[in-house]
Every structure is written in C-alpha cells, then in structure tokens.
C-alpha cells in the first residue's frame, strides 16, 4: 500500500470525459422474470441489483415499518443494502429487518472514523447492531478532503483496521463513498479498492464537471462502481419550507423525472444506485425499475440542455 505517494500522484487535471455512447460491455447483466436487472461487481463477481437499498429508508421507522420495507424490496429482487452509524438508528432497525433474508444479500456499511482504533470499534459495533458476523462490503465513509485520505493511508490509520478486518474474516470486500473528485480519486491512487460508491447525476456531470472524471479512473481500475445521487435535482432553493423528510437535497419526485435520472446514472457502467432515503421516493424508485434501460443519443443530447440550466449538487473543483 502506498502512503506518501497518493496525493502527489493523484491526476487532478483529468479532462472532462464523457462515457457516453453508454458503454456496459464490460458489465455482466442478468434480468431474471419478474424481478429487478442485476449486473456484476466490478472485479468481485458478485451480482447486485441496479437498485439499492439504503439504510436510511429504516431510520426512525417502527420494526414493524422497516420489516414491511425491507420485504417490498426483497420482492422486487433488490440484494443490495448499505448502512452506516451516521444514519440514526437506521442499524438497529435494519439489522433484525434484513435478518430472514441474510444469506442471499450483499451487505455493505461504512465508517467515518479515520483511525485504526477508531474504525476497528465502530465496526465491531455495526456488525453487533446489524445481527451478523461479517459485512460483504466495508468503506471509508463520506471521503471529502485530501487530509482524511491522509489520515486514512498513515500509520494508525483507519486503512489498517479494514486490512485487519479482512484477514479476520469479518469484512469480504474493501470500497469507499466520496464526495469530492479530489478525494475519490486520491484514495484510488493510494489503494486498489473493490468498490466505489459516489454521486453521479446528470445534473453534477455537466453543469458541475463533477463525475467523469472519477468514473474513467474506476472503470480503468476494474472496480465495482455504485452510485449515489441519481435521483438527485439539486440544493433545495433558498427558502424551500416543505422539505421532503431524509432529503437534504432536492430530489426527483416525479416517477418520470426519477426514471430519467436513474438511465443517466444506470447508463454508465455502474453497477447499482441508491435512491433518497426517503421511504416513499425509493418505493417509487422500485416500482419505475423495470423501466430502466440505457438511454439513447437523441435523450442523452436533451438531458444535457437541462443539465446545463440547473445548479448542481456538487462542482469540481470544489466551489470555495
């Protein structure tokens, strides 16, 4: 593992690349009857479906509530859940939840402590609270800056514990979640992750320059990509009282507008998205997924003219 040498190496400078024509012929696809479209894992060999469950869709809900969420997934044929401690009690819900259907899902959670004793501790507790032994997926959470990536890769560091974690059988696969092109691409350089899971919207890619870039250097690197954000519209507008509730962005509310944010994310070569976390917003998103195919040209052209015309949720470089 390199230490000192990531930052330096980091290609900032990328030029903005654009994916498109979607190109999925490096992605394995699988449509079994009656259920969701599922695709390969990067390098893993492991089969997600394009639709992901996120832990926040269990926060705050009664057991009752996050047993009955879980089951309407599992019956679209969604064998992706991620989690994480940020997300409230979402843990403590989703654990008992998720645990009659445990040995057919793909299981991922996270940590946002940078250090090995610090994320050697959450992990421990995450797995007590989620009712298992080991996660399929563990990663660095919510990755911003170039001093976290630091942190991450040094001495003591949280990369040590997801390394020890491995080797004791408690976490299958190693990833990351970012929010920063700076740091995702960072942290690639410093390690050969299985997954990354970050924001891909249209909106980000051409109005925010944000997203190619990383894509490119992922699918280069044969990593798993999983995307966030597809259902994304943008910041809520200065002002906004009604917030849709584990919204902290405006989303696509529509069914119509989700469905043409999740072609645009599903149409590069990602493997799954995870719709908002609120609970009516990803049952929408469930109910619209057998729609989800790759767009064509003439959609790709209109949906970068509306891109062009919104704010969006993320700039690279960072706005100061």
Not at 59 to 82: C, H, L, W
Not at 132 to 155: G, N
Not at 178 to 187: G, I, N
């Amino acid at each position: 593992m390199k230490r000192r040498t990531f930052i330096r190496n980091a290609t900032f400078g990328l030029p903005l690349l654009s994916l498109f024509p979607a190109d999925l012929s490096g992605i394995k696809r699988e449509k079994p009857d009656h259920q969701i479209e599922k695709r390969s894992l990067g390098k893993t060999g492991e089969m997600l479906s394009i639709i992901g469950f996120g832990g926040i869709v269990v926060m705050n809900a009664t057991p009752q509530q996050a047993a009955s969420r879980v089951k309407e997934a599992i019956s679209y044929g969604v064998n992706y859940f991620d989690v994480a401690p940020t997300y409230g009690d979402a843990e403590i819900k989703l654990g008992p939840a998720l645990k009659p259907y445990r040995k057919n899902v793909f299981l991922a959670c996270k940590t946002q402590e940078r250090t090995r004793e610090g994320a050697k501790r959450e992990l421990e507790q995450s797995l007590k609270n989620m009712q298992t032994d080991y996660f399929d997926l563990y990663q660095h959470h919510a990755v911003t800056s170039l001093k976290d990536v630091e942190t991450i890769f040094a001495t003591g560091g949280a990369m040590e514990a997801f390394l020890e974690a491995k080797e004791e059988g408690k976490i299958k696969y190693m990833g990351f979640s970012a929010h920063s092109v700076e740091a995702a691409l960072a942290l690639m350089e410093g390690f050969d992750f299985d997954t990354i899971l970050f924001p891909v919207s249209y909106n980000t890619w051409y109005a925010g320059n944000f997203g190619a870039q990383v894509l490119e250097k992922a699918k280069e690197k044969g990593m798993g990509i999983l995307a966030l954000k597809a259902m994304a519209k943008g910041p809520w507008p200065e002002g906004t009282k009604n917030k849709i509730p584990k919204c902290w962005y405006e989303p696509l509310s529509e069914p119509k507008d989700a469905l043409r944010g999740l072609r645009f994310t599903l149409s590069h070569p990602a493997t799954s998205a995870i719709p908002p976390g609120n609970e009516n917003l990803f049952s929408m998103a469930l109910k619209i997924s057998n729609q989800i195919t790759p767009m064509e040209d003439s959609e790709i052209l209109n949906i970068k003219k509306k891109a062009l015309k919104e704010e969006p949720l993320f700039t690279f470089p960072q706005k100061a």
